[in-house]
């Protein structure tokens, strides 16, 4: 993609186009890592949509990762998260793309991301990606 997505500074945050675009938010917004050994965010609110019945899907999302130069910007891992609300794709392809995409963004020595979908027709579902370097 290569274009130079950011977030504005102060005032309301806009919502993302896509998830292309957010990728490239969180790359860009990207911070040098301080001294620490591990980070984690844990997202308790995220939603993305059933490719199959359009329905949305609740759940939360946790992602740990071992900082190798840089470091994921909260700010813009909510707006990053927030690009799947209309986005269609399985859990399973969730936590594999956001995994992908902090390694995108931040190349970690490690990265684990657990996506929880909240059940639906009595069905809970965690998907678990790991990444290393």
Known sequence: MGENYYLPRSGPMPRPKSVDEAREVLKNEAFPAPNVQE??????????????????????????????EKCIESKSLKFYLWSY???????????????DDIVYAINPKRVSVTVYQTARGGIELQANAIRES
Do not use: W
């Open 39 to 68: 980070i984690t965010f844990k997202a308790l609110e995220f939603t993305a949509v059933c490719p199959k019945t359009g329905q949305p899907d609740f759940g939360r999302v946790e992602i740990t990762y071992i900082p190798n």
């Open 85 to 99: 609300r209309d986005h269609g794709a399985y859990c399973e392809s969730l936590a594999a793309n956001i995994a």
